[in-house]
């Protein structure tokens, strides 16, 4: 098979997994979740840090810690501006797209 071939299905895999995710979000949008307060504090904290430098060149590893670490900063903007505490946890309602960044980043 001609890598053409391979991409031009991967395109249309693509445009599938697009027109699931148009369902998704239809139907979910965002989640509900408790986070116990030093991981809503220490995602707070990302979102506080102030990173103005450019990160230059990267490794491919280093671009996905740099990915995961805006995702976490974005988590604590969500808690920041719509978090509320019961007792000594955080509940957040977490758009689908965060909530799947976090569990992606915890799978091995």
């Known amino acids: 098979m001609a890598d053409h071939d391979r991409y031009e299905r991967y395109l249309e895999d693509s445009e599938v997994l697009a027109a699931i995710g148009t369902q998704v979000d239809a139907q979910v949008g965002r989640v509900a979740v408790r986070l116990p307060r030093p991981v809503a504090e220490a995602a707070v904290a990302a979102w506080e840090r102030d990173e103005a430098d450019d990160p230059g060149e990267e490794s491919h590893e280093q671009y996905a810690l740099r990915d995961r670490a805006a995702e976490l900063a974005l988590i604590g903007l969500a808690i920041s501006q719509r978090g509320r505490w019961e007792r000594d946890e955080l509940v957040?309602?977490?758009?689908?797209?965060?909530?799947?960044?976090?569990?992606?980043?915890?799978?091995?």
């Open 92 to 108: 957040i309602d977490l758009d689908v797209d965060s909530a799947g960044a976090a569990l992606r980043a915890s799978r091995p």
